[in-house]
C-alpha cells in the first residue's frame, strides 16, 4: 500500500503547485494592466469607455502608430485630410496622458470655448463636463510642455498642465483659475490674489511645478507647486534690471524665460537679448548669452530632445537672429535656422522634436531639428494632393481666388511624438468655409 499512495501524494503535490502558480499569474497580469502608461490611477478600461463624452469625427482616418517615436525624422506620411464639425475651431492641439487635448471655440455672435480628446488626432470628442465651464472667455489655445499642457484663451484665458492641468485666464483684469486632475474634471480656484491687477502672459508645468509670466507696472513671475496655491517669486534687480520677458518653457532641467534687457525703453541702442534660468522655479540666475550687436531680444524658445533654440525678435531693421543652448543657462549665436528653409518659416516643437515649417514658391516646405543647429528636410508621402497652406488656394469665392501670405501661413501646425497635426481655414470677408485638418506621421 505504502508504494502505491507514493505517486497518488506526488500528484497531489504538483496539483497544488499548478494552482498556485495559476494564482501568481493572474495576480502579476492584473498588476500589469493596473500600470498601463497614460491611464490616470484608479481608471478602468470599463470606466473609460463608460465616460459621458460625444464624438466629434472628423472623417478621415489616421495611419498605424509608430513603436517608437524618439527616432529622428527623415519624412511625414500625410493622412487624407479631413474637416472639423462646421461652426467649430481647433485653436491649439497638444499631447496629454497618452493622448491629444484640443482647444477649441464654437459659435458666431455668442462663441464657447471648450476641451476636446482624441487618441490619432482626426477624430475628436467633446466632454459635456466642460462644455460650460468656460463659458465664451475667448479663443483658446494650446502649448506643449514637457510635462502636460499650457493653453491659452485669447488674451482672456490660459489653461497649463503638468501632472495636474491648470487653465489660468483673465475675467475683467482678475485672473481666472481651474485645476483638474485629468483634463475632464475642473475645479475654480478661489485665490487669485497673488497676481493682483497684473496681465498673466504664458505659464508653463515642469519637474517642481508651475511658473507664470506677466506684467502690471514691471514684468512677473509667479510660482505653484499645485497650480492651486500661487506666490509671487521676488526679482532681485541684480538679476532682473530692466528685464523684458517674451518667452517661457519648462525644460527637463528646470524653467527658462526669453526676452531682452534695456537700460531705457526708449532707446532701442540699450536693447540687449538676455535669458534667466531656474531649478525650481523659484530661485532664478541670469544666463550668458552672446550678441554681436544691440536692439536685439530673444522672443522665442523651442525645445528639443538635444538642446534649446532661440529666435531674435528684431528691435531694429537687421537680419533675425539665433541661439543655441544646452540647458538654458549659456547661449551662443548660431546661423539662423529659417534661412536654411528657403525662406520664412515658423519653429514648433513638442519638446524633443523642433520642426520648422514654411511656405517656399508656393509649396510646403518642413525640416526637423533635435538641436536646433542640424536641420534635416521632411520628405512627404502619403496622400500630398492638398497640403497645409494649399487650402486658400484651391477655392474661389465669386471668381476672386483666395491668396495666401507666404510670410504669414494661413495654418497652424502642431507638433507631436509621433509626427504633426495641421489645421487650416479658408476664410473670404465674413465668410467662413469651415476648418481642415491633416495628420502626418513620423517616418524614420
Known sequence: MGKLSEPASRRRALWTLLVIGLSVAVIAVTLSLRAIPGRPPGASATAEASAPARSLAAGGSASPVPSTADFAWAGLEWAKPSTVPHGWSITHIVEWNGGLVAAVTGGYTNPVTDI????????????????????????????????????????????????????????????????????????????????????????????????AIGQDSADRIWFSSSGTDWQVVPLPPGVFG????????????????????????????????AAWWSADGRSWSKATVESDSVGRSMATLNVGSGGLLGLEGVQNDHGAGAWSSVDGREWRLIEPPLAQS???????????????????????????????ITWTPLVFSGDTTILPGDLSSSHDIGNT?????????AYELYVLRDGVVATGVAIYGDLWHGQTLWRARAVP
Open 401 to 409: 481666388p483666395l491668396t495666401q501670405d507666404p510670410l504669414n501661413p
Open 116 to 211: 476636446w480628446h482624441s487618441t490619432d488626432g482626426v477624430n475628436w470628442t467633446a466632454d459635456p463636463r466642460t462644455q460650460t465651464l468656460f463659458g465664451n472667455a475667448g479663443t483658446l489655445t494650446v502649448d506643449a510642455g514637457p510635462r502636460g499642457l499650457i493653453v491659452r484663451v485669447g488674451p482672456n484665458l490660459s489653461v497649463s498642465a503638468g501632472l495636474t492641468p491648470v487653465a489660468p485666464g483673465y475675467a475683467n483684469s482678475a485672473p481666472l483659475l481651474w485645476v483638474s486632475p485629468d483634463g475632464a474634471e475642473w475645479t475654480r480656484v478661489a485665490d487669485t490674489t497673488a497676481f493682483g491687477d497684473a496681465v498673466v502672459l504664458q505659464v508653463a508645468a515642469g519637474r517642481a511645478g508651475f511658473v
Open 242 to 273: 530692466g528685464a523684458d520677458f517674451y518667452a517661457l518653457r519648462a525644460t527637463e532641467s528646470g524653467f527658462v524665460i526669453a526676452g531682452h534687457t534695456a537700460s531705457s525703453s526708449t532707446q532701442p541702442e540699450t536693447v540687449k537679448p
Open 342 to 372: 528657403g525662406g520664412t518659416a515658423i519653429v514648433t516643437d513638442d519638446g524633443r522634436h523642433m520642426v520648422s515649417s514654411g511656405l517656399v514658391l508656393g509649396g510646403l516646405s518642413m525640416l526637423s531639428s533635435e538641436d536646433g
